[in-house]
């Protein structure tokens, strides 16, 4: 449930301000475009790291209590992941939606990239306690992609034009 929460939130950040007349308005202002994205994007993500994020880690420290007693850093593990997943998708959904212009089409690419990317992940043949510095390097060039062709995208105003 909270996978299309997500997805909504990072769909709606840019929902209407990329049409045609707010979007020549806000670009004919002074405004710095920089601060106006890093301020978006970092709102939106604060908000659902802590209306979702919390609760994941609560759940976690909930189940650790109760049924078995694993190592912290799988607990942390599990809760980063989940925590980078969410900001994975809600990267993905807000770049596709400054791309397409189009929330419909947006959902149709960011569940085909991340089913992509699942898929291709399930082929893969690596050892995730083995080579956690690999899939935490992953983790992370991911996003730094995924955000900067959103900047990319917002700064140069790419995109389906209507």
């Given at each position: 449930m909270s996978f299309f929460v997500v997805m909504v939130a990072g769909i709606g950040l840019y929902l209407d301000e990329l049409?045609?007349?707010?979007?020549?308005?806000?670009?004919?202002?002074?405004?710095?475009?920089?601060?106006?994205?890093?301020?978006?994007?970092?709102?939106?993500?604060?908000?659902?790291?802590?209306?979702?994020?919390?609760?994941?880690?609560?759940?976690?420290?909930?189940?650790?209590?109760?049924?078995?007693?694993?190592?912290?850093?799988?607990?942390?593990?599990?809760?980063?992941?989940?925590?980078?997943f969410f900001v994975l998708t809600y990267s993905l959904s807000m770049t596709y939606q400054c791309l397409v212009r189009q929330p419909i089409y947006a959902v149709v690419f960011t569940l085909a990239t991340l089913l992509i990317g699942g898929f291709v992940l399930s082929l893969s043949d690596f050892n995730l306690q083995r080579e956690t510095a690999m899939v935490a390097t992953g983790m992370i060039v991911s996003l730094v992609v995924v955000v900067g062709l959103a900047w990319m995208t917002v700064k140069h105003d790419w995109g389906w034009k209507q």
């Open positions: 049409k045609p007349g707010l979007n020549h308005f806000w670009r004919s202002r002074p405004n710095d475009l920089r601060l106006s994205f890093g301020v978006k994007f970092l709102a939106g993500l604060l908000v659902l790291v802590t209306v979702l994020g919390v609760p994941l880690f609560l759940a976690g420290w909930n189940q650790w209590n109760e049924e078995y007693n694993p190592e912290w850093k799988e607990l942390w593990g599990g809760t980063l992941f989940g925590v980078w």
